[in-house]
């Protein structure tokens, strides 16, 4: 009697735990049963059947960190094409040994083509799949296929998409306009009602002969170079054109993405003087009582150094750097005008005033929601910038000044 | 002295020590069949002494002093007992007509010892004797005189071995209950300090001591406790541990309930918290009761160090059983099904020495710490001369032999390190080994079911945790539930002054004479504060003296 009330216990403790294991597991996958997307290029195929055209970069992790490298390439890339992004997927994942793992991505490159048609849909799959993280930066690679910026040997990471994505990072803190545009942002500029996000160009720059094997490295000036370059200006989900020079700087000045850039201005008489402006700070704000002239102030305060000093200034005098000052104040804004003017062009409000607009006067909003990039295109915008020159640096005057 | 001994005879009957030879009373009033009646009732036994004496005036009295040797003090037989019988006979009535009158005189005048006392109880005399002391029996005399002449062979007060300080006091308990006792109270001088004696153990008849603060241990808790020790019956007491499990709240659960400690400062501090503290012969481990989940990562040393340091080390403690706990299924979860959550570079880091290994994570974790127990198992048991021979081959198997040969990842022998190391970081050893325990089911439910699971099991476990009590006070206290005064020696242990509640410090420094108060230079500017303090703590001291007086 007392043995099989036991054997009862037992049979049913047994029961409760191999479900358990049955159940377990069902989505672990052992690490060295994934391949890991470092990067993924989604270019224009030929016809509606074939209008994704994915290009995965996964990484080769043995020949990365392992201690038995076989010499081969860094990252494989492997392609699959479909009506959507998902169906593309699911294709290239027959040539995959391993599951395809998305959780990884740093980079997404599209190519110039479909930016002209739309992201919106691939945004979708992008937000709604769960592996993929929202923090993958984003590119448009200028009138080069996707696919090929993808499959470029770099110097510095053995993986390209590690690659490109430090080299947004070191020029957004060093040169100025491009700065950190990830798949959240994108979205949310496409939600922006008669705008449109700003997106990173990217260009290879060099030959393409041979840029997807390590002979690419083995010259000191490699062939063939992944560049960040201009931004992609959008309406909408469509790319409408390129940003560069004054007026990229000053659409990435009005998003108050800057964080330091060189300025450059021509002294009357003395040649040129180099700034380098590490800190501005942007206000908008506007009047708009009547919401379909409404007036914009554009308020920037720059913080700034001399960094290159034609050899006749006085720095030591504060009256040269007061004289210095408006000259700085007319660049910056002369680069918000440029950018402003584009914005109008374009009939695209891709800088955000109409969120300002909402935010003032919500009811006037309503009103003109759905003609915004009309009234846009002809508001007035006042500019007040201002400047301030902080330091010269560790000299003051230049040696050739004193005696 | 004398009422503890009543207590525990009462308590040997209440054994049945009565029943162990079908016999009710071996004392009789002929010497020789009372001697015969002992030896009997002890089996022949060789290590028994019998000492016929003839004592009194002329020598006129049969007399016999019975001592087990090995457990008595010999010096203190010879001496006082056997000594002092022989040395005064005209003291002693000259016939032996009145043995009672003889015990009278040989308590009064003749026994140079600080305990000694007439029994008449068989089971009396037998637990007298097997504890050490020396009876003395007299012809025609229905009674035995006790002597306390315990003594014999026992190991001397060392530094405790499980229990190690850096600085602090070096002492630490022995197996004699007098002897812990003796270090109690050296640190406590306070007539406040109570204490009590049971026997426990119908065999081993343990002398098992209870000690408390008077009005700083709650009524009821002493109650609680003497209630629970009266209520044991088994047969053997070898080890605290025996006790400790025969009155905790509840056997089903890895969480000690129940704190022991091998110091004398520790178990002190906990007496004058208002714990109770129980001391059982044959062993230098005392229990301390009650004992919340806290107490288990507090180190005598806390209270040595400097409080911000203490505070450091006091994290530490917690972090390494939050490692010990989670080490190594965190590590599965999150490369079998939370591969995103790992930085991309040390993700191609893992999969490169990934690549060539066999087993699953789970079963490469499963299997190194097995190895890891099995080597830590092996390492305490090992005799000092051949336990180097254990941490080289541990050290080359587990170390760098496994992943060589491409069966172990080179990160699971860290994180497997990693645990072992923090299991050590733990203070009370109880505690560390619940930690070992519980942390392979969360390594089943890491592998089975990633973070869900260790969610999961980290819910029941504080809801267990929660469930538990330690002689009514709940095990998560002062967290569960919160007592925001409590928390001044939990996770941090803050300066004393602030933990001994409205005092400031110059206040608990007390009154120092002028000429040794050391010169800062900035008496001055303390002046005005330092007369207010020293006013304060000149009137708590008269105050005290009054006291005292009375």
């Not at chain 2, 002494?49 to 049969?62: A, D, T, Y």
């Not at chain 2, 789970?362 to 180097?388: D, K, N, T």
């Not at chain 2, 969610?455 to 007592?483: K, W």
Request: glycine fraction near 8%; charged fraction near 25%.
């Amino acid at each position: 009697m007392k043995k099989s009330s036991f054997s009862l216990v037992l049979l049913i403790a047994i029961q409760l735990v191999i479900p358990l294991v049955l159940a377990g597991c069902w989505d672990s996958v052992e690490l060295n049963r994934r391949a890991i997307v470092s990067g993924v290029a989604i270019d224009r195929g030929e016809g509606e059947a074939e209008k994704y055209v994915l290009s995965f970069q996964v990484i080769v992790a043995d020949e990365i960190s392992g201690e038995n490298t076989r010499g081969i390439s860094p990252v494989a890339l492997y392609t699959g094409k479909g009506h959507t992004m998902f169906e593309a997927l699911a294709n290239a994942s027959r040539q995959t040994a391993r599951f395809l793992s998305l959780g990884h991505i740093r980079v997404l490159v599209i190519s110039e083509k479909v930016a002209q048609e739309g992201i919106k849909d691939m945004m979708d799959v992008l937000e709604r799949e769960s592996d993929t993280r929202l923090t993958s930066l984003m590119f448009i690679s200028k009138g080069q296929q996707a696919r090929e910026i993808m499959s470029t040997m770099t110097v510095f990471s053995k993986i390209p998409a590690n690659d490109l994505v430090e080299k947004l990072d070191t020029t957004s803190k060093q040169f100025g306009y491009n700065y950190r545009m990830e798949v959240d942002d994108v979205i949310r500029g496409i939600q922006l009602r008669g705008g449109g996000p700003v997106i990173n160009g990217v260009i290879i720059d060099g030959s393409r002969e041979g840029a997807d094997t390590n002979d690419n490295m083995k010259t000191i000036a490699p062939h063939a170079v992944i560049k960040v370059t201009e931004l992609a200006a959008f309406k909408d989900d469509r790319l409408k054109g390129w940003l560069k020079g004054n007026t990229a700087l000053g659409t990435a000045l009005l998003h108050n993405k800057i964080k330091g850039y060189p300025a450059v201005i021509r002294y009357p008489g003395s040649g040129f003087i180099a700034f380098n402006v590490y800190q501005s700070q942007l206000e908008v704000r506007v009047k708009a009582a009547d919401p379909e002239h409404p007036v914009f102030i554009v308020k920037i305060s720059q913080q700034v150094s001399i960094k290159e000093s034609p050899n006749s200034l006085d720095l030591t005098s504060p009256e040269t750097l007061q004289n210095l000052s408006p000259l700085l104040i007319e660049d910056t804004a002369t680069k918000i005008r440029a950018a402003i003017e584009t914005a109008k062009k374009y009939k695209s409000d891709y800088i955000g005033f109409g969120q300002v607009m909402e935010r003032k006067n919500p009811q006037g909003w309503k009103k003109v929601r759905d003609h915004w990039e009309d009234v846009f295109a002809a508001c007035e915008f006042r500019i007040e910038a201002d400047a301030v020159i902080r330091h010269t640096d560790i000299r003051s005057n230049s040696f050739q000044i004193n005696p | 002295m004398s009422s503890g001994r009543r207590n525990m005879d009462s308590q040997a009957e209440a054994a049945g020590l009565t029943g162990r030879g079908g016999r009710t009373s071996g004392l009789t009033e002929d010497l020789d069949e009372t001697i015969l009646n002992i030896r009997t009732e002890l089996g022949e036994s060789p290590d028994l002494k019998v000492r016929r004496l003839q004592i009194g005036g002329e020598r006129s009295v049969q007399a016999a002093a019975i001592h087990i040797s090995g457990l008595a003090d010999p010096a203190a037989v010879n001496e006082f007992v056997i000594g002092s019988l022989l040395a005064e006979p005209q003291k002693l009535p000259e016939s032996a007509a009145n043995p009672a009158r003889i015990q009278a005189v040989l308590l009064d005048g003749i026994l140079e010892l600080g305990d000694a006392e007439v029994t008449d109880g068989w089971n009396d005399l037998l637990l007298a004797v097997l504890s050490g002391d020396t009876a003395v029996l007299i012809e025609g005399c229905m009674s035995a005189v006790l002597c306390d002449t315990k003594g014999g062979e026992s190991r001397s007060v060392e530094e405790s071995s499980s229990q190690m300080v850096v600085r602090g006091p070096k002492d630490g308990f022995v197996e004699s209950v007098a002897t812990n006792i003796s270090l109690i109270r050296r640190r406590i001088k306070s007539p406040k300090l109570r204490l009590e004696y049971t026997r426990v153990g119908t065999e081993t008849q343990t002398h098992v001591a209870m000690l408390y603060m008077k009005e700083l241990a709650g009524k009821d808790l002493v109650e609680e406790v003497r209630s629970r020790l009266n209520k044991i019956a088994i047969d053997e007491v070898l080890e605290s541990g025996f006790i400790e499990e025969l009155i905790q709240d509840k056997t089903f659960t890895p969480f000690p309930t129940i704190f022991n400690s091998e110091r004398p400062d520790v178990a002190a501090g906990n007496l004058l918290e208002g714990r109770v503290v129980i001391i059982i012969d044959g062993t230098p481990f005392v229990l301390i009761l009650p004992a919340v989940f806290t107490q288990f990562f507090q180190s005598a040393e806390d209270y040595s160090q400097r409080f911000d340091i203490a505070i450091l080390m006091r994290l530490v403690r917690y972090v390494s059983f939050i490692v010990l706990l989670l080490g190594p299924s965190v590590y599965i979860a999150l490369t079998t099904y939370h591969y995103e959550m790992i930085p991309t570079t040390l993700l191609i880091n893992l999969l490169s020495q990934r690549e060539t290994v066999p087993f699953p994570a789970f079963v490469e974790a499963l299997l190194m710490e097995g190895a890891f127990e099995i080597l830590r198992e092996a390492g305490v048991r090992m005799p000092r001369v051949i336990g180097q021979t254990v941490s080289v081959v541990g050290a080359l198997i587990l170390g760098s032999a496994v992943v060589e040969a491409g069966i172990i990842t080179p990160i699971m022998v860290i994180v497997i390190a990693l645990t072992g190391i923090a299991s050590f970081a733990i203070p009370s050893y109880n505690m560390a080994i619940a930690g070992r325990i519980i942390r392979f089911g969360f390594l089943l439910l890491g592998g089975m079911f990633g973070f869900y699971g260790i969610t999961l099991g980290l819910i029941v476990l504080v809801a267990h945790m929660n469930s538990l009590r330690s002689f009514g006070i709940p095990y998560l206290s002062p967290f569960v539930p919160l007592s925001v005064k409590g928390q001044k020696d939990t996770l941090l242990r803050l300066p004393l002054w602030l933990m001994k509640s409205g005092k400031t410090p110059a206040q608990l420094r007390k009154e120092m004479p002028d000429y040794k108060r050391v010169t800062t230079g900035h008496e001055a500017a303390l002046a005005p504060l330092i007369r207010n303090n020293d006013a304060a703590g000149r009137k708590q001291d008269r105050e005290d003296g009054r006291d005292e007086e009375k």
